[in-house]
T-cell receptor, first 114, second 118 residues
């Protein structure tokens, strides 16, 4: 079975400060990892993915994530947060032998204050 | 690119009504589409996976006779909530994956449908 843990229900940062949203995972086989963002009453928007290659992945809106195989983590980061980054963030994983099944974490609400 | 359109965005109806939700991939062909349900302040729960031209695969605990899924073309999947009751009220989200490029392509999500059953 595969699983994703987002240990923080909410992350608060001041505008202009760096932000990190944590994600750890468990899969059999190699992981395909994704980050999505959800704004109120909207679906999920794709931010970035890790499939293979460089451990540091750059995505939309200045976000990046670092794949750490030994720690089974895929934390989302941004050097300088914007108020408009405030939203709900989901980490997701699919094992390369898991068919179509994409498993989501519980979500982390990011609050960026001016 | 990779836009998924979901319609309607909000439905309010009486108990016993059947409600159809459409999910369309606008600029790509989606051999696989997914239907999720999201409760307030919770993550997404996969309800079913639909493959074009074949029967949907339902997750454990999801009533296939209650939630009818049809994926008749490479760009359209529909979810029909039959004889809806208040406990079916939820936020339903569809997603689709581009058929080209393999299984490591991300899923692209519609904007969701908020279903409220009175």
């Amino acid at each position: 079975a595969q699983s994703v843990a987002q240990p923080e229900d909410q992350v608060n940062v001041a505008e202009g400060n760096p932000l990190t949203v944590k994600c750890t995972y468990s899969v059999s086989g190699n992981p395909y990892l994704f980050w999505y963002v959800q704004y109120p009453n909207r679906g999920l928007q794709f931010l970035l993915k890790y499939i293979t290659g460089d451990n540091l992945v750059k995505g939309s809106y200045g976000f990046e994530a670092e794949f750490n195989k030994s720690q089974t983590s895929f934390h989302l980061k941004k050097p300088s947060a914007l108020v408009s980054d405030s939203a709900l963030y989901f980490c997701a994983v699919r094992g390369d032998n898991a068919g179509n099944m994409l498993t989501f974490g519980g979500g982390t609400r990011l609050m960026v204050k001016p | 690119g990779a836009v998924v359109s979901q319609h309607p965005s909000w439905v309010i109806c009486k108990s016993g009504t059947s409600v159809k939700i459409e999910c369309r991939s606008l600029d790509f062909q989606a051999t696989t589409m997914f239907w999720y349900r999201q409760f307030p302040k919770q993550s997404l729960m996969l309800m079913a996976t639909s493959n074009e031209g074949s029967k949907a695969t339902y997750e454990q605990g999801v009533e296939k006779d209650k939630f009818l899924i049809n994926h008749a073309s490479l760009t359209l999947s529909t979810l029909t909530v039959t004889s809806a009751h208040p406990e079916d009220s939820s936020f339903y989200i569809c997603s689709a994956r581009d058929g080209h490029g393999g299984r490591n392509q991300p899923q692209h999500f519609g904007d969701g449908t908020r279903l409220s059953i009175l």
